[in-house]
T-cell receptor, first 111, second 112 residues
Framework: QQQVKQSPQSLIVQKGGISIINCAYE??????FPWYQQFPGKGPALLIA?????SEKKEGRFTISFNKSAKQFSLHIMDSQPGDSATYFC??????????FGTGTRLTIIP | DAGVTQSPTHLIKTRGQHVTLRCSPI?????VSWYQQVLGQGPQFIFQ???????GRGNFPDRFSARQFPNYSSELNVNALLLGDSALYLC???????????FGQGTRLTVV
């Protein structure tokens, strides 16, 4: 049972553009929503995270937008750079339970 | 500061064999979780340990087992390996629960 749905599966964005990745969840008990960045051959790296009591969180070029009523959240990467090319995973967590990951988005930034 | 370290980085095993994967968490982190990542998919939860006690178990067969030691390092054991066990095995450490979980570089297991 997939509890976190992620889209798109792949995304190509021009350098300097905005990359947007979307996730939707089913379990309303989830209370922590992180995004991870993974480069080939490496483990996922925590990028940014949000809790449902805020609608937006920004760290540098990365912003999470959160819509509690729609049970959706998204990652925005502003001024996308070739070094941002990686696979991005959204995830959700409830209390002390396990992280539930989305299926991933392969992002490619082209010059 | 050292991050999460996993060993070995790569491993090739024959079907039916047994494998032990090791993980050292970040200093001060008492929770260790194991995930399996098949190529092209997101990580799937296998186990979580906190203070040497199993806190959670994912939907994996009994061939998978794990333990945590007094120094908070952990081992993942897989018996009777199947071809389908080929994957990247990830260890994540966190202070207590799974918020701000930091992953190691993983162990790439290939079963032939």
């Amino acid at each position: 049972q997939q509890q976190v749905k992620q889209s798109p599966q792949s995304l190509i964005v021009q350098k300097g553009g905005i990359s947007i990745i979307n996730c939707a969840y089913e379990n309303t008990a989830f209370d922590y929503f992180p995004w991870y960045q993974q480069f080939p051959g490496k483990g996922p790296a925590l990028l940014i995270a949000i809790r449902p009591d805020v609608s937006e969180k920004k760290e540098g070029r990365f912003t999470i937008s959160f819509n509690k009523s729609a049970k959706q959240f998204s990652l925005h990467i502003m001024d996308s750079q070739p070094g941002d090319s990686a696979t991005y995973f959204c995830a959700a967590l409830f209390g002390n339970e396990k992280l539930t990951f989305g299926t991933g988005t392969r992002l490619t930034i082209i010059p | 500061d050292a991050g999460v370290t996993q060993s070995p980085t790569h491993l090739i095993k024959t079907r039916g064999q047994h494998v032990t994967l090791r993980c050292s968490p970040i200093s001060g982190h008492k929770s260790v979780s194991w995930y399996q990542q098949v190529l092209g998919q997101g990580p799937q939860f296998i186990f979580q340990y906190y203070e040497k006690e199993e806190r959670g178990r994912g939907n994996f067969p009994d061939r998978f087992s794990a333990r945590q030691f007094p120094n908070y390092s952990s081992e993942l054991n897989v018996n009777a390996l199947l071809l389908g066990d080929s994957a990247l095995y990830l260890c994540a450490s966190s202070i207590r629960d799974n918020t701000e979980a930091f992953f190691g570089q993983g162990t790439r297991l290939t079963v032939v």
